[in-house]
């Protein structure tokens, strides 16, 4: 018997973000990246358009970082003594871009320099030709003498400055709005909150198109469904129509995993959690696809396996199915 | 069309019997109206009132129930699309596939360790629910080898997999007394396989690729008398899947489409990467049996936790049980530190100190499983309840210095808590626990 396919009608449509700029558009970009712009929820290519496919981007640290599990050192090697080369690897690996996270301390120990962070984000820069991402240590003085001279430095590259919050956003995006960069805004996993931030930021001036939300989401197995059920609901609103919610959703699924004890313990742990490596590769893929099934646009990871893997999800995600 | 609480209780005997479990007619009504029940809880609606109401009470997504020795898996029942809506109800079973050619003694060596595989997570004990049994050497004798080399191993319940009637038929009388799930029906042995499924007992599983092809097989299966059936839309790609999961789903659920109100069953595939991702999918997205090609700790432990995730009441937060945590086996000299039982607080406190490597005492306090900001803010965590979390759980017999730390966020609380307990010291905390370790180290 014939069966309607049974279609939503959506009247809104999430924005359209892109990151990176080519030597044509005031950058050095060797090419950008577009996220956004869907007319329906994850992946229902049979009811709407799904013009970009989610992103991966890979998360590298200024200098070899002292607390990631040395699972991942290992996997990344020597590249993780240097970010240059570390971005290339990231490249390698499979990464559409690349998001370098600056650690509190340089690598002499002692606190990382407004200069040193610049270097570093050049030295990346000149190194791989992907998009790039920003993020400051998370400390708002701190993030503020940091990103203000890394933004001037890279005036036009239209890279995403992170992390915008409640408590310290305008310093931020009005070094994005200068100099022609983005920002992620980050709230803790709630919708009102994350509509609030955008507001805040929209605000100031800086056009929503050059906003990645970040709704913030714990690993599997700690509150990953809080964040996952977040995203479905703003996803829904955007789809509704709500222009506050209709900003693409950037998740830190590898930071998050390679936080719990899962991943970062291999002795001492039940027997029935199984093999360490395989089992925090495990993690950070099952959170990541999760997320992905509800609504993130850029998930960022950290082990280059999970990197192969969840590439291999999104290309099946994506593969629109013939009609009928 | 669905009728209202209001309507179908005008249908009912309206004698508040509680025949039904239900103290009232009316409390019956509204949840047969929420499709949460089903009529024939019912025993005394008369012949004309149950003809009306069935097309109205029975749930969009019809409950189907493996049983074999006193375990059961179900699933169905389902009433939302999306977890925040309400809840998803009935966790996907987890089922791990075996096949007949490979042996009565291999199938016992893999079924062995799946059986008895029990993992704990938060306090719970999470393990698999059954096997598949796959007939790939078409021998009804080899089959009934297979089954009873399982059962030697297991108790849980079945998933038959064989399309030739002669091979199923044998596996269900090895399987007699059970209701393992039969799969599977398709355009070309339906009518036998209805035939077994009605002899039986047994619920069948229908294959389709389409959704027109699943509701053709599903008529005239139930047209032959089976009711209880679970539909397999078979799909090559995730994103195929996910359609066609998530279409049968509105279907049932949005447009009450008989046809396809069954729940659905997903095969994850054959390679250990692909199928770790696929199930990881079809957890989140609608399916009721996931089976499984391998059997791995590393892999079954994070889909197991992937459900319990997925299937929480978002309406109740997860709680951990209140006492002493004791955290790298602390001494009596390590420092005593507070906070509330929502379990996402927990976590995020006990993990930043055990990252660490820093031994303490954690003082869960019973805060009715609020956040330590929504707590306070609510009264659920104040300078008594504190107190009587240190009394009750006797943590000054564990220690040797009567110091306790406070979460940043109540800082406010510390006066009255130096009041609360006059013979300890009482010291603020950071706000966020990943600043913890550093204060554990620079200040106590």
């Not at chain 1, 590249?79 to 301390?105: F, H, M, R, V, Y």
């Not at chain 1, 960069?181 to 931030?197: E, P």
């Not at chain 1, 925090?280 to 609504?295: D, K």
């Not at chain 2, 050619?101 to 997570?121: H, L, Q, S, T, W």
Request: aromatic fraction near 6%; charge should be negative; include cysteine.
């Amino acid at each position: 018997m014939p069966v309607e396919i049974p279609k939503d009608t959506w009247t809104g449509a999430v924005r359209e973000v892109t990151i990176g700029a080519t030597a044509a558009e005031g950058g050095t970009r060797a090419t950008t990246v577009t996220i956004g712009g869907a007319t329906t929820m994850p992946f229902m290519h049979f009811e709407g358009s799904i013009p970009h496919r989610p992103l991966i981007a890979v998360e590298i640290v200024n200098h070899r970082p002292d607390d990631w599990s040395h699972l991942l050192l290992d996997a990344w090697g020597d590249a993780a003594n240097d970010p240059a080369a570390w971005a290339k690897a990231a490249e390698q690996a499979g990464a559409d871009l690349i998001q370098l996270s600056l650690n509190q301390t340089g690598a002499d120990g002692n606190p990382i320099t407004p200069e040193s962070a610049v270097a570093a984000t050049k030295a990346v820069l000149e190194a791989s030709g992907l998009p790039l991402m920003v993020f400051a240590p998370g400390q708002a003085e701190l993030d503020n003498e940091l990103l203000v001279p890394i933004a001037e430095a890279t005036k036009g590259e239209r890279i995403v400055l992170g992390i915008a919050e409640d408590k310290n956003y305008r310093t931020i995006v009005a070094a994005a709005l200068a100099n022609d960069h983005l920002v992620s805004a980050r709230t803790a996993m709630d919708v009102n909150l994350a509509k609030q931030l955008n507001i805040l930021i929209g605000d100031m001036g800086l056009p929503l198109d050059r906003v990645v939300m970040d709704p913030t989401t714990g690993a599997l197995g700690y509150g990953i469904e809080y964040g996952y059920s977040v995203m479905e609901r703003l996803r829904l609103a955007a789809l509704q129509g709500d222009a506050m919610t209709q900003l693409p959703m950037l998740v830190t699924a590898g930071y998050e995993t390679w936080k719990t004890k899962e991943a970062k313990v291999g002795e001492g742990v039940p027997q029935e959690w199984g093999d360490w490596t395989a089992r925090a590769i495990n993690w950070e893929v099952v959170t990541a696809v999760a997320l992905l099934e509800s609504g993130a646009d850029i998930v960022v990871l950290r082990h280059p396996e999970s990197i192969a893997r969840v590439r291999a999800a999104i290309d099946e995600l994506m593969a629109v199915p013939a009609a009928g | 069309m669905a009728l209202t609480g209001i309507q179908i209780y005008k249908l009912l005997p309206q004698t508040n019997c509680k025949d039904c479990g239900f103290p009232t007619c009316l409390a019956f009504a509204m949840k047969l109206a929420a499709k949460q029940v089903e009529l024939s809880s019912c025993p005394h609606v008369s012949e004309e009132a149950q003809a009306q109401l069935a097309e109205s009470a029975a749930p969009p997504i019809r409950l189907v129930t493996l049983k074999a020795n006193g375990h059961e898996v179900k699933a169905g029942n389902e009433t939302v699309m999306f977890r925040h809506e309400k809840t998803f109800y009935h966790k996907t079973g987890l089922f791990v596939r075996v096949r007949d050619d490979e042996g009565p003694d291999a199938i016992k060596a893999r079924v062995a360790p799946a059986d008895a595989y029990a993992v704990n997570y938060v306090g719970m004990d999470l393990t698999l629910d059954g096997f598949a049994i796959e007939s790939t050497s078409n021998d009804p004798a080899q089959f009934e080898a297979a089954i009873a080399a399982v059962r030697s191993a297991s108790q849980r319940p079945i998933i038959l997999i064989s399309r030739d009637p002669a091979v199923m038929a044998a596996g269900l009388k090895a399987l007699d007394g059970e209701s393992p799930l039969i799969y599977g029906a398709d355009a070309a042995n339906w009518e036998a396989m209805a035939a077994l499924a009605g002899q039986h007992s047994a619920p069948l599983a229908v294959i389709g690729a389409t959704l027109d092809d699943l509701a053709d097989l599903t008529q005239k299966i139930q047209g032959a008398g089976v009711e209880d059936m679970v539909l397999h839309p078979v799909a090559t790609t995730l994103g195929a899947s996910l359609a066609l999961n998530t279409q049968i789903r509105r279907l049932a659920l949005k447009k009450n489409f008989r046809p396809l109100g069954y729940p659905l069953i997903a095969f994850a595939g054959n390679d250990p990467v692909g199928e770790t991702i696929a199930a990881t999918q079809a957890i989140a997205k609608y399916a009721g049996f996931v089976v499984l090609d391998h059997f791995a700790p590393e892999t079954v432990y994070s889909l197991l936790v992937l459900r319990e995730n997925i299937y929480t009441d978002p309406q109740k937060p997860i709680q951990v049980q209140p006492g002493v945590y004791e955290i790298n086996n602390p001494k009596p000299e390590d420092p005593v530190m507070v906070t509330t039982n929502f379990s996402i607080t927990y976590f995020s406190v006990a993990n930043e100190i055990e990252g660490a490597g820093l031994p303490g005492w954690l003082l869960v306090t019973d805060a009715e499983g609020m956040s330590v900001l929504t707590a306070w803010a609510a009264g659920k965590f104040d300078a008594e309840r504190i107190a009587k979390a240190v009394k009750q759980f006797s943590i000054a017999d564990k220690v040797s210095k009567k110091r306790i730390v406070l979460p940043g966020h109540v800082a406010v609380l510390s006066g009255e808590l130096e009041e609360e307990l006059p013979d300890w010291e009482v010291r603020v905390g950071p706000r966020e626990a990943v600043d913890l370790p550093a204060f554990m180290k620079q200040a106590l």
